[in-house]
């Protein structure tokens, strides 16, 4: 029962650090605004990130592109790990740190929305595609741990978890990724 019990206080006291955070909840509801104004002019949001993160990036752009709490039009939001044969073609002929950037090279647009899930903030897969998100005029989201990183000087917008505990990080992305789906999915009820 000890780890059970101290695993849901780890869990509590993050929560309690972003609930105490006023600049933190000031950055979600940003990041939740430029979503929106991105989608709303026509733009589109791509996620990715690596193992838990992946499937976290598949899980934000589903609530989406399908629905959150509301039946509405579907928005025009992608994770860049849902496509195996893609991502190990690319693996296989350029190295898997490019399984990103080529996806970003090839379908990022300026105004468009990169986020990047990567608890380490180190994914050098990750990092990549960033930089040339940062070329094209893709605007970027880091979600990261709380560590300095890699990702801090690359994030347009960057929300770091207030733990250094992977399983905690992923659940501060989760919470952050859930709470900007319901802000997007608010401002296109009645588009």
């Known amino acids: 029962m000890n780890i059970i019990t101290q695993r849901i206080q780890e869990s509590i006291t993050s929560k309690n650090q972003l609930l ?3 600049e933190a909840i000031v ?3 940003t990041i939740a605004n430029k979503c929106i104004e991105s989608l709303k002019n026509g733009h589109k ?4 990130g690596n193992g838990g993160s992946a499937v976290d990036s598949m899980h934000i752009a589903a609530e989406l592109s399908g ?3 509301k039946d509405r039009k579907p928005l025009d939001a992608e994770a860049l790990s849902a496509d195996n044969a893609f991502i190990t073609a690319v693996a296989n002929d350029y190295g898997y740190q490019h399984i990103f950037s080529r996806l970003v090279t090839g379908k990022g647009k300026k105004g468009d929305i990169l986020f990047g899930l990567s608890t380490s903030g180190n994914s050098e897969n990750v990092v ?11 605007i970027t989201i880091g979600f990261t741990g709380s560590k300095p990183c890699k990702m801090d000087n ?11 505990d992977t399983p905690r990080i992923q659940e501060m992305h989760m919470l952050a990724g859930h709470i900007i789906c319901e802000l ?4 296109f009820l009645d588009a």
Do not use: H, P, W
């Not at 960033?130 to 094209?136: D, E, G, P, S, T």
């Open 27 to 29: 950055l979600i509801e």
């Open 128 to 138: 990549e595609a960033f930089k040339v998100a940062r070329q094209l005029g893709v």
């Open 154 to 164: 690359l994030s347009d917008y960057l929300f770091k978890a207030f733990t250094d």
């Open 20 to 22: 105490a955070s006023n």
């Open 67 to 69: 629905r959150y709490y």
């Open 45 to 48: 949001l791509m996620f990715c």
């Open 184 to 187: 997007v999915e608010n401002a």
